[in-house]
């Protein structure tokens, strides 16, 4: 059990850097909750320890984009079972549209990820069961010349944790920490 609170500001980069580079972490698809209190699981695509800033793809006309424009206070919750540790961050989101990290984010995704970004928009009445892809990308991926269209549907949300919440089950007695900035300190679990 990790018993220094600078151990623990490394154990919850550690957890975000491979959540962002591991399909397999636990820390891979978080719950991302809006201020309007919706909240959705999430694909953590990248995490700058540096800035303590979470990555995320989005689609621009998705109704969370207009809610983080609106107000971005967010909150993201991990939980890695095996090691019964969670992670609840609180931040600030912000969604980009364009500029050189949206850019190289579109470049590093595949043609098969970018498809998504084709379709209709999400939340989109349909009258029926839909991916919400067009037909012909059902199960396949289109060249790229045919996703020039689906650029300007794709974002990114980025969030700057302000406030890091580590808590660890144990037998022996839980242990939690609060990160506020760069301060950290004990708190009852």
């Given amino acids: 059990m990790l018993e220094d609170l600078n151990a623990i500001r490394a154990d919850i980069s550690r957890r975000l850097i491979q959540g962002a580079s591991d399909r397999r972490s636990p820390v891979h698809t978080p719950v991302v909750a809006t201020a309007d209190a ?29 809610v983080v424009d609106a107000d971005p206070r967010i909150g993201v919750l991990a939980y890695d079972r095996e090691a019964k540790v969670q992670l609840r961050l609180r931040g600030r989101g ?21 498809r998504c970004y084709l379709g209709s928009g999400p939340g989109e009445i349909s009258q029926g069961p839909t991916s919400g892809l067009p037909s012909d990308y059902e199960g396949t991926e289109p060249p790229e010349e045919e996703l020039v269209p689906a650029r300007e549907n794709f ?8 406030e ?4 660890s089950l144990a037998h022996s007695g839980h242990r939690r920490a609060l990160f506020i900035g760069d301060k950290g300190r004990w708190i009852s679990p």
């Fill in 94 to 114: 912000r969604i980009e549209r364009s500029g050189d990290i949206v850019d190289a984010a579109w470049e590093n995704s595949t043609n098969f990820a970018r």
């Fill in 164 to 167: 890091a919440d580590w808590f």
């Fill in 38 to 66: 919706d909240a959705r699981v999430m694909v953590l695509r990248a995490f700058d320890p540096a800035m303590w800033t979470l990555r995320f793809h989005t689609d621009a006309r998705s109704p969370k984009v207009a």
């Fill in 155 to 162: 974002a990114l949300l980025l969030i700057e944790i302000e």
